[in-house]
C-alpha cells in the first residue's frame, strides 16, 4: 500500500517561530509537492521537488522554503511563522511524467493542520 | 494564471438524488483529475481524462472531459451518504509536474 506520512496532524506555533514540516513517501517518486489548502481557494502549491536537491517555486512561495536531501524527504520550512500561514499542508508525491506525457496520479498525505498564533 | 473553477461549491441533497459538479477553465489542459477528501484526510485520486470528449465511468460516478479540453464534469447517479466529501478538480498541461487546482465543491449526501 502506497504511503505518504507527514510528520504532525496539528501543530501550534507563535508567532516568528521557525517550523519544520516533513514528508516522506516509500514509493520512490521522483516528484513531491507541498500545498496549503484554505475554505474557498482550493489547493495552491508552494513548492515542489522534482528531483533530490531540485526545487521549484509554485505559486505561493513567499514566507516559505524547501529542502529535499533524499529522495523520500521532502520538508517545508516556515522561516518566521505568521498568523496568516494558518491553513492546512499538504504533501503530495509522484512520478514523474515524462516529456509529453500528463495524467500521472498526486499521492497524498493526511495533511497537518497549522495554526499560528 | 490558469484558474479552475467549479460550481457548485456547496450542495446537500438527499439520498437518492442525481447531482452534477462542473469544472470549467479558459485554459486548455492535455489532463484532467478528479480528487474526492474526506475530512482529516488528503485527496484521493478519482479518475485521470485525458481525450476531449472523453468519458470514464466509475460505478455511479460519470466523468466526462469537454472537447476542448477546458471544462469537465462529474455527475453522480443515485447518491449516497458515503459521497459525501470534498470533491476537487485539477488540470494539468502536457509535460509540466504541475496541477492547477479547482476550488473544490462541498458534497453532503443526507440519509
Known amino acids: 500500500d502506497v504511503k505518504v506520512t507527514q510528520s504532525s496532524r496539528y501543530l501550534v506555533k507563535r508567532t516568528g517561530e521557525k517550523v519544520f514540516l516533513e514528508c516522506v513517501q516509500d514509493m520512490d517518486h521522483e516528484n513531491m509537492f507541498w500545498y496549503r489548502q484554505d475554505p474557498g481557494l482550493g489547493l495552491r502549491l508552494i513548492y515542489f521537488?522534482?528531483?533530490?536537491?531540485?526545487?521549484e517555486k509554485g505559486d505561493i512561495p513567499e514566507g516559505y522554503s524547501v529542502s529535499r536531501e533524499k529522495k523520500e524527504r521532502f520538508s517545508l520550512i516556515l522561516e518566521s511563522a505568521s498568523t496568516n500561514q494558518t491553513s492546512m499542508y499538504l504533501c503530495?508525491?509522484?512520478?514523474?511524467?515524462?516529456?509529453?506525457?500528463?495524467?500521472?496520479?498526486?499521492?497524498f498525505g493526511p495533511g497537518t493542520r497549522l495554526t499560528v498564533t | 494564471t490558469q484558474l479552475l473553477e467549479q460550481s457548485p461549491q456547496f450542495l446537500s441533497i438527499q439520498e437518492g438524488e442525481n447531482l452534477t459538479v462542473y469544472c470549467n477553465s479558459s485554459?486548455?489542459?492535455?489532463?484532467l483529475q478528479w480528487y474526492r477528501q474526506e475530512p482529516g484526510e488528503g485527496p484521493v485520486l478519482l479518475v485521470t481524462?485525458?481525450?476531449?470528449?472523453e468519458v470514464k465511468k466509475l460505478k455511479r460516478l460519470t466523468f466526462q472531459f469537454g472537447d476542448a479540453r477546458k471544462d469537465s464534469s462529474l455527475h453522480i447517479t443515485a447518491a449516497q451518504p458515503g459521497d459525501t466529501g470534498l470533491y476537487l478538480c485539477?488540470?494539468?498541461?502536457?509535460?509540466?509536474?504541475?496541477?492547477?487546482f479547482g476550488t473544490g465543491t462541498r458534497l453532503k449526501v443526507l440519509a
Open positions: 503530495a508525491s509522484s512520478l514523474s511524467p515524462g516529456l509529453g506525457a500528463s495524467g500521472y496520479e498526486q499521492y
Open positions: 485539477a488540470g494539468a498541461s502536457s509535460g509540466t509536474y504541475k496541477y492547477i
Open positions: 485554459s486548455v489542459f492535455s489532463s
Open positions: 521537488s522534482y528531483d533530490v536537491k531540485m526545487k
Open positions: 481524462v485525458v481525450t476531449g470528449g
